[in-house]
DNA sequence: CCTGGAAAGTTGTCCTGGCAAGAACTCTCC
DNA sequence: GGAGAGTTCTTGCCAGGACAACTTTCCAGG
């Protein structure tokens, strides 16, 4: 029991410890060859693959892992680089459509296949296929619990932490 | 070989978005619960961890993954709040070693089963032992690759990524 | 129609962290 | 033993991000 939870703690702490080494190379090569933070990119990425090459602020935030005032400023930034646009969503009028510009279509493209490759180095590269399936399998269960993939709870709440066990 | 690719993307994604969760999660109940900023517990972990409850600061920056300043800023904070103590370090004049209080220990031990539980709770309780034993070998080849465990790589050289492929 | 409550974004303010420059010290080699 | 190169840590400065307050808009109920 307390042996399974010791090696517990410590895959966590590798899967911290291989999280942030890897991020830290996406960043930097990402930054050093293409110019661009991986945040910029994210946000790239994601307005290349929505319907129309535009997300709501809101749901833009939600999926690059920032706050509301966060993606905002993100977005000011990268406005004034020309990369996107925000728009007037016609459809509310409270919302704000952030778009990707042509430009910033054309940045996405270059730099895609560096972050492709340097996944695949980095990561894609050491897994078998068993791991792929395990490591599949489990992100699915964890994503289930903590993810609000239908934004039903607030995640700040700390509806529970109750003592489970 | 394309679709193989295509599911580490995916994976690589899952992966980032699930690490995010749990953090964000033991970061809150760390915070809300004991009123220690995550950062902080780790401090208190790898001093508590260490030979005499001290270490000189460059090596406690590595295991904490952070920068030399940003360690120095860190440990400022907590020096402050009495759960360390700065002193000079007997064989390297230049040297300090960061050394953790009493009242850092004894901080240290209640907080500790919090983040034993949230751990287990939140990440260690969905693993069946299949997947353990598939992450344990992936996280090793992993860090292997990447983690300085012998500061050997500054990190920051950009020194491959060549089309190893 | 009007009012109150909720939601979407933006902005003020603050905190944290990184980089680069600086100060103090050590080590090597002449 | 002294000069110069390399470490170790700290500090000035700045960028990025979070929280909370605010504005505007939407919606439900009377």
Known sequence: MNRERREHL??????????????????????????????WYEVL???????????????????VLQSKSGLSRLIDRMEEAGLVSRQACPSDGRGINAAVTPAGRHRFRRAAPLHVRGIEQHFGRHLVPAQAAALRSLLSELLEIHAPAHPSEPLGGSQEHGQTA
């Open 10 to 39: 410590e895959l966590w702490e590798d899967l911290v410890r291989a999280h942030a080494a890897i991020v830290g190379r996406l960043e930097h090569e990402m930054e050093a060859e293409q110019g661009l933070p991986l945040r």
């Open 45 to 63: 990425l994601r307005l290349s693959r929505a319907p129309d090459g535009h997300m709501r602020m809101q749901d833009l935030a939600e999926v």
